[in-house]
């Protein structure tokens, strides 16, 4: 196997990032059943919007949880309604403002709590940042079981289609290109 050149690399690296920029944080089709779960950016730009809310929950908890009074209590009661919400969450598809923003800036509240507690040298603060991440890995873990919504696939008349759907041909456009001008860039290297 033949190394290519590292300034070559870094380019193919800085090419796959452009192409695929206008999609990188968007996980969804792109068609129009999917357009209630992204947000766009500009002209081609998209971002998904539970990540988006949850990004905005993370900034708002973390805000609070810096600015409200901070004890043991009070923190390990942000958690258990960040663990509630998020289970709520995964049994039954709330909203993604709310099951998105609202875990995350009450969990995020509690751990900003108890990291600026643990500076002060309060030990137990250290057992609400154990529990916080211990809480993200399950979540995390149910969450990936789960699997994605997928129910506007199911019904949409493009899924028999011997081609891309709508929804995925931009990206796959995209990619095809990419692939072709890496490709000669690498074929031109090893030359």
């Known amino acids: 196997m033949r190394r290519i050149p590292r300034e070559l690399g870094k380019q193919i690296d800085r090419l796959s990032w452009c192409a695929h920029v206008f999609h990188r944080f968007a996980h969804h089709p792109l068609c129009e059943p999917y357009s209630g779960e992204l947000v766009r950016l500009g002209t081609k ?31 390990l009661s942000q958690l258990g309604i960040a663990a509630a919400l998020s289970l ?35 030990t137990r603060a250290w057992l609400v940042v154990a529990l916080a991440l211990l809480l993200a890995i399950v979540g995390f873990i149910v969450y990936r079981r789960r699997g994605p919504e997928r129910s506007a696939c199911a019904s949409c ?31 031109a290297a090893s030359k």
């Open 45 to 75: 730009a998209r971002i998904c919007r539970g990540c988006l809310s949850a990004a905005i929950g993370l900034a708002v908890g973390t805000t609070a949880g810096l600015c409200l009074p901070r004890d043991l209590g009070t923190e």
């Open 88 to 122: 709520l969450s995964l049994r039954i598809r709330l909203r993604k403002s709310s099951g998105r923003f609202l875990p995350a800036a009450f969990a995020a509240a509690a751990v900003a709590s108890a990291a600026s507690r643990t500076y002060g040298g309060d």
């Open 157 to 187: 008349p493009e899924r028999h289609y011997e081609h891309a759907c709508s929804g995925l041909a931009p990206i796959i456009r995209r990619e095809r290109a990419f692939q072709r001008l890496s490709r000669r860039w690498l074929d």
